[in-house]
T-cell receptor, first 116, second 112 residues
């Protein structure tokens, strides 16, 4: 158990809908990262927040947005869902802002999103 | 831009050794290695920070050659528990913006 929690575990929805994925980082961790992993694919970095501020951005679609709240939990919002958005979405947390690689990331169990 | 890992997949017998390579077309300042078992979250193995640095973790060690923009993960006397997909990762910085890139992955299967 990494200490990172994600809810829900599974989510099934229809195309065009909007969903919210939630992540609670490990106690004391200020950074939250979101990743997308499609079936048998690698990890695609979406976005990182540090202490409530966006710090790094990957190939995140405009239909996707995220935020980190004062209590440090984070939400990833996915809207106008398409079949291709079906994937495993991981949240990870680390203690400090990444600089020079000091950022061991602890991954949550993931949310499996299925868009029908 | 995504680091390329080789081999893509490898099958071993318990007790055999394996090497997984990670090559980047961009300059690497640090390399992270993770292992992901099927259906589970990635788990951190180690970070390498300097050119030529080597680290070890039980019977898993890694090297990092900053000049060659390569890292290698060495699995010695493999155990059944080593099975999974191994990813290298790094942080890229462009004009003050950051993003994280993971490699293409290497599937490793250890047989009894």
């Amino acid at each position: 158990d990494s200490g990172v929690t994600q809810t829900p575990k599974h989510l099934i929805t229809a195309t065009g809908q909007r969903v919210t994925l939630r992540c609670s980082p490990r106690s004391g961790d200020l950074s939250v990262y979101w990743y997308q992993q499609s079936l048998d694919q690698g990890l695609q970095f979406l976005i990182q927040y540090y202490n409530g501020e966006e710090r790094a951005k990957g190939n995140i679609l405009e239909r996707f947005s995220a935020q980190q709240f004062p209590d440090l939990h984070s939400e990833l919002n996915l809207s106008s869902l398409e079949l291709g958005d079906s994937a495993l979405y991981f949240c990870a947390s680390s203690v400090r802002v990444t600089s020079g690689g000091y950022n061991e990331q602890f991954f949550g169990p993931g949310t499996r999103l299925t868009v029908l | 831009q995504q680091p390329v890992q080789s081999p893509q997949a490898v099958i071993l017998r318990e007790g055999e050794d394996a090497v997984i390579n990670c090559s980047s077309s961009k300059a690497l300042y640090s390399v992270h290695w993770y292992r992901q078992k099927h259906g589970e979250a990635p788990v951190f193995l180690m970070i390498l920070l300097k050119g030529g640095e080597q680290k070890g973790h039980d019977k898993i060690s890694a090297s990092f050659n900053e000049k060659k923009q390569q890292s290698s993960l060495y699995l010695t006397a493999s155990q059944l528990s080593y099975s999974g997909t191994y990813f290298c990762g790094t942080e890229l910085s462009t004009s003050g913006t950051y993003k994280y890139i993971f490699g293409t992955g290497t599937r490793l299967k250890v047989l009894a």
